[in-house]
């Protein structure tokens, strides 16, 4: 009775001696732990040689997308969105009601000498 097994069935293909551990050289690094404004905490690594002002004081949190920061105690607070301004709005900031009557008086005047009745 002829076994049909395959050897070397779910293994890679130059994947080496089987139960081989070394699977290359990890390189030194640095684990950093954030937290954001719920307690959740995020770790990320960087190169152990980085420059400590390389390393960033906030990040996005992936659990809740609030920003987070390295110290526990305080993490960072919610920026306030503003809301949706109109391109009026925005014009009204630049402009005072005085201006803005000269303005509409000088196009009005310009658009009456085109159509020829100023």
């Known amino acids: 009775m002829a076994t049909g097994g395959n050897a070397i069935r779910g293994t890679r293909v130059g994947a080496g001696p089987m139960g081989e551990q070394d699977h290359g050289h990890h390189a030194d690094r640095l684990a950093v732990s954030y937290w954001d404004a719920l307690g959740n905490e995020t770790v990320r690594y960087f190169a152990a040689g980085i420059a400590e002002d390389e390393i960033p004081e906030t ?19 919610v920026a306030k969105t503003e809301p949706y301004k109109t391109h009026l709005a925005y014009v009204k900031e630049r402009r005072s009601d005085d201006e803005a009557v000269q303005l509409l008086d000088d196009a009005l005047r310009q658009l009456r000498e085109r159509r020829g009745q100023g």
């Open 59 to 77: 990040i996005d949190s992936p659990h809740s997308g609030l920003p987070a920061g390295r110290d526990k105690e305080n993490p960072p607070a």
